[in-house]
Nanobody, 117 residues
């Protein structure tokens, strides 16, 4: 059974940094696609960053240059390094795994990130 467990969220001051972790079981990130999404109150869930099984990355314009998605194959974990955080980054962040080639998606439980001004 697929399970994605997120950690690393918390409260941080504007300009600070956090690193989110998503450890997977039942699915191998190196053989599939991974990513991070976020949802702020009253808004739809939006893409933050994706990482394909081949290592290709994609970022939302709002986070490009500040956030970095990466993967540790030995730990089967996807990370999101978030630097220069802004209050607008405040949201629940969700880990995502997409099966190749079916494109079936799995989601973590979410971790809260709050950035104070």
């Amino acid at each position: 059974q697929v399970q994605l467990v997120e950690s690393g969220g918390g409260l941080v001051q504007a300009g600070g940094s956090l690193r989110l972790s998503c450890k997977a079981s039942g699915i191998t990130f190196s053989l599939n696609n991974g990513g991070w999404y976020r949802q702020a109150p009253g808004k739809q869930r939006e893409l933050v960053a994706t990482l394909s099984r081949t290592g290709f990355t994609n970022y939302a314009d709002s986070v490009r240059g500040r956030f970095t998605i990466s993967r540790d194959n030995g730990e089967n974990t996807v990370y999101l390094q978030m630097n220069s955080l802004k209050p607008d980054d405040t949201a629940v962040y969700y880990c995502n795994a997409q099966k190749v080639p079916s494109n079936f998606e799995f989601w973590g439980q979410g971790t809260q990130v709050t950035v104070s001004s």
